[in-house]
């Protein structure tokens, strides 16, 4: 029984080693520099820096702003999608899900050079839509994270919650908004988490699509070419501590949303 | 001019007649900043085949020859270069380049090429392990982070900014002996790249002391003169002409953005030809494209402020597949890759010019510089070290080189003729053509810019072609400025002033924008109370 104990435990050495090595100790070089000036002495200046810097600020809201908007294009892309691929006839098909995540299964850099050529077509030209271009972009390369997270969510749904609401009078609409909806909840805050924060960083779609207004990756990466290690790292710390306090709260609403407790009552 | 889409080496055309969807891929890899891709090199294969000039065979020269320290036996050579800057060899019979003096041909890649000949000509095995580096700040990154090389290519404010820091081992002074049958670099470099080596200096110590050149070239505008003339290209202005509004693309990154900046804002006084009649012109322009002074950052920030809001994009390395697709008219570019994109855009047959601002143009020069971190007082390390830039700037390899990359190589042949006819062979007329003009090179290839023996006959076109990329007029050589690497102050309001135009200001933010996001955070808010209020009342 202890032998068996004890396999079972070094099953998971090799992931604690990979926890260590990559996520552990860069996150301890990171505080490490974050916290740190040019001498290697503790300070709290990068910290002040950043939440007096008008341009980090408004990087940030930039981010924010270009996140935002794909989070919601996203959702109502995604939502109805979802929806129809997983209800009625088309629950079983397979292969039409497959076809809304066969994207994810290219390179995303390839797909953004085609969409590069696509929009030149419709644009004439990118430049001239700098922001529309980031969002078509992300929207482009994320759509797979929301959809796959609230198909499987509404795809698992208990039919009979909704036959026992059209019984007790509900019509389509209703049954929907009070029922559907509502047990769906954890599939969309999954997807929004998921597209979100990458698309806080992704500035690789915006070089790629010419936007050159830089976010958060990209500043980084500015200091960083600037030989200024303090403050990059500083704001890749304060873009940490914002991913921390959003999973926070959408897991708190996530427990919210499953099915036993309040959501499905509101 | 000889068919240039014959002469690119074969598997370079393929490279470049990959796919666009490739490209990014070598895009993204350069925007994730991944770099320092070793390629170990191959040193059994070396052994396989002879270097390519045999005439070069060392025994009957070695006597006078300075030989790595006894007792050597074998030496590892850690060299970082830039990305796709070296000959790689593996040419097809096509590439072969047939000068009257015999052929040149690459058939193993320069590193290979050097380990045979180091072993031939020193009796020693010298493993090179050879890697790259995208950018200057990606070498400098890995050199303080802890990489460690022997020997480094980094543009001149870099290896200033290293000198600075103490980093690097001089030159030793056997480097310099001209007797030395096998000191390729000093018996050919070109007397201009020597005097500015040895006029420039840091800390009272000149270049040349530490820095043995490699590639060098201006910067400039590449424009399609079915819609540019060459004056309208001839101008900083143009990145800010609203004419060409989203036509025209700049490189991303704050020094050359900067120089662009300052030749528009001061084109009035650089233009001017009392300015340019003075006799401390020289010296007065580079002081005038490095004026980092804080009024003149501010006036470089509304600039490029400007600048971005006219043109199409900041690239670094997606301007020349946009130039050749016709996305942009015009772009900012280094000669060498302006080089490279006329020489795409001839395959496509559609035809690009290059010009060189009037207002000035930043020269740039690529060096090798060892390191002290990694020769320290290794002594046979050292003598490689130097033996690779010798071999490096043997006039055949030379050729090699710069037929491989489209750089200009800052070796000018010296007695050897090899480096000229080259040139010659590549762009030179044909004899029953007409509408040519002369071409004087002498300002490099030697000592007297009018040096009859170094008047090249081109057809017309080359003076805005690719014979001017690569080897500028002596007119546009003049108004050169090089560009100086500046103290950690002066550096951090340059980097500061480029965030701000780059980054979108939190005061910019319209008050709508901040109005709509507390609207749409009260949403949630409230629907998040009123379920609290419900269930205190369920619960």
Redesign the interface.
Known sequence: MSVFKFSRKSLGIPYAVFLVLFVALPLLVLFYFAFTNGQGHFTFANLKGFFTN?????????SF?VAAVTTAVCLLLAYPTAYFLASGAFRREGVLLLLFIMPMWI?F??R???LK?IL?VIEG????YPFLNAVVGMTYDFLPFMILPIYNTISRLDNSLIEAAKDLGADDRSAFLKVTLPLSMPGVISGVSMVFLPAMTN??VL??L?N???IMG??I??Y?????WHGGSMIALVLLAIIIVFTLLTGRNED?GTPGT?GA?? | MRNRKTALPAKKRILRAMPAALASLSLLAGTLRITGIRIAADSGESALSAVSEAAEAPADSAAGNHLPPAGTDKVTLRVCNWEEYIDLGDWSEEDTIDLPSGDIFGENSMVDDFETWYRETYGVDVEVEYSTFGTNEDLYNMLTLGDEYDIVCPSEYMFMKLMAEDMLVPLSDTFFDEKDSLNYYVKGVSPYIREVFDSHQIGGEKWSRYAAGYMWGVTGIVYNPEYLTEEEASTWKVLADPDYSRQVTIKDNVRDSYFAALGALKSDLLTDPSFISAPDYRQRLEEEMNDVSPDTIALVQDYLQDIKDNVYSFETDSGKADMITGKVLANYQWSGDAVYTMDQADEDDFTLCFAVPEESTNIYFDAWVMLKKGIGSDAAKQHAAEAFINFCSRPDNVIRNMYYIGYTSVISGGDDGRIFEYVDWNFGAEEDEENTISYPLGYFFSDDPGDEAYILTVPKEQRQRQLFAQYPSEKSIRRSSIMVYFDADKNDAINQMWINVRCFNIKDVPVWAWVLTAALLAVPAALWLRKKERRSFTG
Request: hydrophobic content about 35%; aromatic content about 14%.
């Open positions: 008008p341009n980090a600020l408004g990087t940030l809201c930039y702003a390179n850099s390839l953004i050079t085609a050529e030149t030209n990118l430049a001239r500035y690789v070089d790629m010419y050159s207004t830089y990209s500043l990466g500015s960083f070419s600037a030989y200024n919210d309040g009552l509101l």
